[in-house]
């Protein structure tokens, strides 16, 4: 456990230190796998540790975005605490009676079902055009925060100073207070349900209401990563709840690895760039992305921290005995 | 239904008759469609257990390629009344795709669902970038040849023969694939490999060759249904994407696994969104979300799917 | 002496089988029941009705006065009620100790603790210790699913007796074990049973010498129904009684 | 319309630049690195068609450019990237203004990403030159005065002169009017502008049916019956995208076209999927800012046209003068303003100060960017009719409007502008 605290300290600090480093346009980059970081965070909960495939996850992600958008824009609030507060509670007051629903079931039906809500919000964004402005969706103004406008700066600055720390701060939080989560009384009745809920439940574990508050968790993660992803692009649009959203979230956590508590922020970062780089280098990046996907299910399913891992092992597995050979 | 006022006979029942059953056979027209679509992911989810998210494009790859076998075929002196006979030839050729794919899914079979799901999930996107390739970025089509076999009926109730030809169709899979089911000793196999893979495998049935058969008839189910439907429509990249959506909604309403429920499944959505598009515009796409999802709630095995939660 | 669970008049039919038809027994403290019977006789049927796992088709169940006819496992575990099965239960991909703290969490009513530290925990690790300590496991952080197969029904049972219940029930907890462990078996569930002031143990079992051995009182059924409800020296006296619910041969021994 | 496979810049290379007969400004040649232009625009989907057309053009144009020297002796180079959806395409924005560092951005085909790429344009004070895609209300919420940031023209004028089409040559001849527009920003605005001036010249109407097929859909069965049910007398759509021929084909088949008057205001993105069989003649039609078949086409336009089928064998629609139209005038402000200066390279503000007012020679005509940043150009619509020389239908008589006619002038909502602005049928 000590090394995984050494190395988070080492992102972080390497994180916190890049607007010095980097052009401004790896940093909007960086900006966009705080929001996603966020999110899979949320998502693994749902998946890596309590076993539910969700493929309606994009519905909170919009739902975030959507609130910064009404908050900033409609209502003319621009402090984030508070419009990070408002897409928390809109993100639980929806998420509690969906998980109601959806947690009764597992698999494939609550994939299902779950992405039968995600279309569901995705075709009311559309189709209500009066209100939620369609396919034009709706602009996010720049918030303020603690207060601060930071009026003087334009918009990559305040990007990718202000908010990049604020962003990246929200994303260090997260993870801790999901690393306790995980690791918690809570976490690991979690994991009893994603391994056999027959016999949790035969020793007491609440599986259905459990189910709820980590679909619940989940969602006011997920929310918090809309919000900023808000408010870096500046708008709020349907296509953040279309279904292939979804997919691509959960293909982020595959390929980072969901057995593992990093391997979700792994896959966002790698995801995030990996795409960048393909859209620009070639027409057809779906195809490579689809390929690596492939690549990943069928050869690496525990991702790319899990590859990780077993080559260390091996490492050490070597070096230990080439060391074990010479004393021999 | 709003009616207007200046022109008098519209009031009168004839005509209402009239355009409800105009309507209900649009309805019907897109129920065959989604039938076609919805056929193949029922018929692999029933024996294999797996959501295809890729139904949709092979149902895409069937279009590009009927479009192209026509092209090819009318260049190469086919009469034009026998396009038919490309498309069908385009969409069966398809065949040659499943067992690749099923081999490919095949290395996934021991473990969770999800990898299934998204194995399904990156074969849409590389198939989508495949069509682009051959066929470029933009929707291709064949014009106004389907009108080649004219049309039906007269006055306000005129249809074209054509679309009367794609119900047929996916009545003759429906009642096909059912009989096939039922009466022949493989269809019989696939049941028994669908109620219980484990029991079958000791049985002596090569679960194996029943995988590769099965997913290919699913294939060729979405891509003969790509193909007939092409001539009255259009094919285009998004298609493999949208498809996915209406499919689903049709296997959910149906209940999973079942062959008759996606029949009433896809008539339910078609006609839905018939009517909807006539009296609720707003609500068109709205409402097939939220009878999937109170189907999944009061009914999660659907309507003749086994029960499953 | 209070009674801890009480049937009267249960019965449960599938269709028009029944599987179980007009029970009435009561088990109160300091009882070591074994429940006996061909396949098919009701056993598990009578184990699941008691469990909450079914709803009877008629007649009520109460567990301490509560009717708690199918009110499903989760509510019972709280109330007290644990069990275990004769096909393995297991949490493949969680330790021994992870396996065993899920059911001391519960028990310890700690489950909504979300930013509680799990390993920081002294009481959970203490109560964990102790019934490891019981059940021989010197390893608490191997994975459930490398344990030999005798070693998982160990855990399955152990992880029952984690819950600290005042009423256990056991499906034949030593089936699949050579006759020597099968003692040494019951003898860690009796010790267990006292240290964690487990009231009442229900068994299912088929081992006869196991049964005369341990229990205080057996249930013979039979097609449904309960045939006795004797101690075991009158059970097995009854030469007639043991030919039917056990089998000819057995009986002429 | 087979396009090749090869990815697009490879098609530069090979078609090469026709004959570079008069090369269009010469200008002391500064010389200097070469000049960087981010092209945005769709290259899949319902929009591909259209992105490509435009891309085409903007090619032929930086060509001709480089072929008399680029602008001010400097080479133009493009860098293209993918319009997709809002979120995506404000990133690769991004990408092209900070990472690439391109002195001007050029392109953007849909409207609701316009929407979205406006502020963030503004906001990165990156000079951007839209192709298509500003809607009214759009732009009056999220561009009210933009500086950075020159739009089309509004993207109601094509819905604006079939209107006063209609109202001119049909005054009388219907009664009930029935909407079929593609449900988002564009086809919302141009079904809410057509009602307006029927009302505004008093046209007695009744709706009896509004109809918002899903953009790009494919199968258009039930919204044909539902017209059929509704028997309008006419039908107003300004569907655009490749569901505008299927639409089409089944109206045809239902026998819609006996009875009903159509008007298609922008059905110039697909004339060439129109065919005759199932196009009837006598439809409004609208091709926007370019008719390849305009009788009196500027020399320009003709040898553009020629260039097109030569390359492409097909023929361009309006979106290529769109991207022409954005090359050129962002070439002539650079000449104009470095006239100013000496001859030495403008930066952007005086760049941005010139093209405010600026009038260049377009492929379909003089077309100018008013002081408000809007675009001001010339439309060519008309009826359908079947002409041997082409397998789909084209205009018989044409009426070009310029779009001062067509378009709020600056400082007016459009509202107002319908309602009592200064507006000849």
Redesign the interface.
């Known amino acids: 456990m000590k090394a995984a605290v050494w190395v988070g300290l080492g992102a972080l600090a390497a994180l916190a230190a890049a607007p010095l480093v980097l052009?401004?346009?790896p940093l909007?980059l960086l900006l966009?796998f705080f929001a996603y970081g966020l999110a899979l965070l949320g998502l693994n909960l749902l998946?890596g540790y309590t076993g539910l495939?969700s493929?309606g996850q994009a519905l909170f992600v919009a739902l975030g975005a959507y609130s910064a958008a009404v908050c900033t824009r409609k209502l003319g609030w621009h402090s984030f605490e508070l419009v990070l507060g408002v897409a928390v509670v809109v993100a639980v007051v929806v998420a509690v009676p969906i998980g109601l629903?959806c947690v009764?079931?597992?698999?494939?039906?609550f994939?299902?079902?779950t992405?039968?809500?995600g279309?569901?919000f995705h075709?009311?964004l559309?189709?209500?055009?009066l209100v939620t402005?369609?396919?034009?969706?709706m602009?996010v103004e720049r918030p303020s925060l603690f207060g601060m406008r930071f009026a003087e700066m334009?918009?990559?600055m305040f990007l990718t100073r202000p908010f990049y720390w604020y962003a990246l701060g929200l994303l260090a939080v997260g993870t801790v207070?999901m690393w306790?989560?995980v690791?918690?009384?809570?976490?690991?009745?979690l994991?009893?349900i994603?391994?056999?809920a027959?016999?949790?439940?035969?020793?007491?574990?609440?599986?259905r209401r459990?189910r709820l508050?980590a679909f619940v968790i989940a969602s006011a993660f997920a929310a918090v990563g809309g919000t900023l992803?808000g408010v870096r692009?500046?708008?709020a649009?349907p296509?953040?709840a279309y279904?292939?959203h979804s997919?691509n979230l959960?293909?982020m956590t595959?390929l980072g690895g969901f057995s593992n508590f990093a391997g979700p922020l792994v896959g966002a970062g790698v995801f995030i760039f990996l795409q960048?780089s393909l859209?620009?280098f070639?027409?057809?990046?779906?195809?490579v992305?689809?390929?690596v996907?492939?690549v990943i299910?069928?050869l690496f399913?525990r991702g790319l921290v899990g590859l990780a891992q077993s080559l260390v092992a091996r490492l050490l597995r070597r070096r230990r005995d080439a060391h074990a050979h010479r004393n021999a | 239904m709003r009616t207007g006022t200046s022109r008098s006979e519209r009031l009168d029942p004839f005509s209402l008759v009239i355009s409800f059953l105009d309507i209900l056979l649009g309805g019907v027209f897109h129920a065959a469609v989604l039938f076609l679509v919805a056929a193949g992911l029922q018929l692999v989810f029933g024996v294999q257990?797996i959501?295809n998210?890729a139904c949709g494009s092979f149902y895409a790859l069937g279009a590009y390629t009927g479009i192209s076998a026509v092209t090819w075929a009318l260049a190469h002196g086919l009469p034009r009344g026998l396009f038919l006979f490309a498309l069908i030839g385009a969409g069966l050729g398809l065949a040659v795709v499943g067992p690749p794919v099923e081999a490919?899914l095949r290395?996934?079979y021991r473990?969770?669902?999800?990898?299934q799901?998204?194995?399904t999930?990156?074969?849409?996107?590389?198939i989508?970038?495949?069509l682009?390739?051959i066929w470029g970025a933009n929707p291709q089509e064949l014009g106004n040849l389907y009108m080649h076999y004219g049309t039906v009926g007269k006055g306000a109730l005129t249809v074209p023969a054509y679309n009367l030809l794609v119900i047929a169709a996916a009545l003759l899979v429906a009642v096909g694939l059912g009989l096939f089911l039922k009466r022949t000793r493989f269809g019989r196999l696939l049941r028994a490999t669908a109620e219980d893979r484990e029991t079958s495998a000791t049985l002596g049935v090569e679960v194996g060759r029943v995988y590769t058969v099965v997913f290919t008839l699913g294939t060729v189910l979405g891509t003969l249904g790509g193909a007939l439907v092409v001539p009255t429509a259009a094919a285009s990249l998004d298609m493999s994407?949208d498809l996915?959506?209406e499919a689903?909604?049709v296997v959910?309403i149906g209940g999973?696994g079942s062959i008759r429920g996606a029949v009433v499944g896809a008539l339910a959505v078609g006609l839905m969104r018939a009517f909807a598009v006539s009296f609720m515009p707003?609500?068109?796409?709205?409402s097939i979300?939220?009878v999937?999802?109170a189907v999944?709630?009061l009914r999660?095995a659907g309507l003749f799917g086994k029960a499953?939660? | 002496m209070p009674t801890l669970i009480e049937t009267h008049d249960v019965s449960k039919s599938y269709g028009n089988f029944r599987a179980l038809s007009g029970v009435t027994l009561a088990v109160a403290t300091d009882e070591f029941v074994s429940i006996v019977g061909h396949n098919g006789a009701g056993k598990t049927t009578l184990v699941n009705v008691l469990?909450g796992l079914l709803r009877p088709t008629s007649g009520t169940v109460t567990f301490k006065g509560l009717d708690v006819a199918g009110v499903?496992?989760?509510r019972l575990?709280?109330l007290g009620m644990?069990?275990a099965f004769q096909l393995v239960?297991?949490?493949?991909?969680?330790t021994v100790r992870?396996t065993l703290?899920?059911?001391v969490?519960?028990?310890t009513g700690?489950?909504?603790?979300?930013?509680?530290?799990?390993?920081g925990?002294a009481q959970?690790r203490s109560q964990v210790e102790v019934v490891a300590r019981l059940f021989g496991f010197e390893q608490l952080d191997l994975e459930a699913r490398s344990l030999s197969q005798g070693a998982k029904k160990l855990l399955?049972v152990a992880?029952?007796f984690?819950?600290r219940p005042e009423v256990i029930l056991l499906d034949e907890p030593t089936s699949g074990v050579s006759t020597a462990d099968k003692h040494q078996i019951m003898r860690v569930l009796v010790d267990a049973a006292k240290e964690f002031g487990v009231r009442a143990i229900i068994q299912i079992e088929h081992d006869m010498d196991l049964v005369s051995e341990y229990s205080d009182r057996v249930i013979a059924m039979h097609q449904g129904q309960v045939l006795a409800d004797r101690t075991p020296a009158e059970f097995f006296g009854d030469r007639e009684l043991v030919a039917t619910v056990v089998g000819k041969r057995r009986a002429r021994e | 319309m087979r396009t090749t496979r090869r990815?697009?810049l490879k098609v530069i290379a090979g078609a090469g630049v026709a004959a570079a007969t008069r090369p269009l400004f010469s200008y002391g040649a500064t010389g200097g690195p070469p000049l960087k232009i981010g092209i945005l625009a769709p290259?899949s989907g319902v929009a591909g068609t259209v992105g490509e057309c435009g891309l085409r053009a903007a090619l032929w144009a930086k060509d001709r450019a480089n072929a008399s020297g680029g602008i001010l002796g400097r080479q133009v180079e493009f860098v293209v990237?993918?319009e997709t959806?809002?979120?995506?395409t404000?990133?690769?924005l991004?990408?092209l203004v900070?990472?690439d560092k391109v002195d001007c951005v050029q392109g953007i085909v849909?409207?609701?990403v316009s929407?979205?790429m406006g502020?963030?344009a503004e906001?990165?004070?990156a000079l951007t030159l839209f192709w298509d895609g500003t809607?009214q209300d759009?732009t009056e919420?999220?561009m009210p005065h933009a500086r950075y940031v020159f739009k089309s023209t509004d993207n109601e004028c094509e819905a604006v002169m079939a209107s006063l089409l209609a109202i001119k040559y049909w005054r009388g001849k219907f009664g009930t009017v029935a909407g079929v527009n593609p449900?988002?920003?564009y086809g919302?605005n141009n079904w809410a502008a057509f009602q307006a001036l029927l009302k505004r010249f008093g046209v007695e109407h009744k709706v009896v049916a509004e109809l918002?097929p899903k953009?790009g859909g494919l199968d258009l069965s039930s919204h044909v019956a539902a017209l059929k049910a509704a028997k309008p007398d006419l039908v107003f759509s300004s569907m655009l995208f490749a569901d505008l021929p299927i639409f089409m084909k089944q109206a045809h088949a239902a026998g819609l076209f006996e009875t009903t008057k159509f008007a298609f205001p922008a059905a110039g993105w697909q004339h060439t999927a129109l065919k005759n069989d199932f196009t009837p003649e006598g439809m409004i039609f609208g091709h926007n800012t370019l008719y390849f078949a305009y009788p009196n086409a500027s020399p320009l336009q003709r040898e553009f046209v020629k260039h097109y089928w030569d390359a492409y064998k097909d023929y361009p629609n309006w979106e290529a003068e769109r991207a022409f139209f954005a090359f050129a005038a962002y070439k002539t402000a650079v000449e104009k303003a470095a006239k100013v200066k000496g001859g030495s390279f403008p930066d952007k503000e005086a760049i941005i100060d010139t093209l405010e007012g600026i009038e260049v020679e377009s492929l379909g005509g003089k077309a100018r960017y008013r002081k408000d940043h809007v675009a001001d150009q010339i439309f060519y619509q008309g009826f359908t009719v079947h002409d041997p020389k082409y397998d789909f239908a084209i205009l018989g008589n044409v009426e070009v409007r310029s779009a001062e006619k067509l378009q709020k002038p600056s400082g007016m909502t459009f509202k107002d502008w319908i309602a009592n602005g200064h507006i000849e049928v």
């Open positions: 052009e401004p346009y909007t966009q998946f495939l493929f629903l009764r079931y597992v698999s494939i039906f994939g299902m079902l992405l039968a809500f279309m569901l075709s009311f559309f189709k209500f055009y402005g369609g396919d034009g969706g602009l334009d918009k990559t207070v306790r989560i690791h918690s009384p809570f976490g690991l009745h994991s009893a994603r391994e056999n027959r016999k949790a439940e035969y020793l007491g574990v609440e599986v459990l508050i992803l692009t500046g708008l649009d296509e953040l279904w292939t997919g959960i293909f595959l960048d859209m620009s070639t027409q057809y990046w779906r195809l992305l689809g390929v996907l492939v299910v069928v399913p | 257990k959501i998210l490919l290395t996934v473990r969770d669902e999800a990898f799901l998204l194995l999930f990156a074969l849409v996107l590389i989508e970038d495949v682009r390739m994407v996915v959506v689903f909604a959910v999973l707003e609500m068109e796409m709205l979300y939220l999937v999802i999944l709630i999660p499953a939660a | 469990t499903g496992p989760v575990a709280r644990a069990r239960h297991i949490f493949p991909g969680l992870q703290a899920t059911a969490v519960s028990q700690k489950a909504f603790h979300l930013l509680a530290s799990l390993d925990d959970v399955d992880s029952a984690a819950l | 990815t697009v290259r990237e993918e959806n809002p979120k995506d404000i990133q690769r991004n990408k900070l990472q849909s409207s609701g929407l979205a502020p963030a906001d990165m004070k809607t759009g919420e999220s449900d988002y920003t919302r918002w953009v």
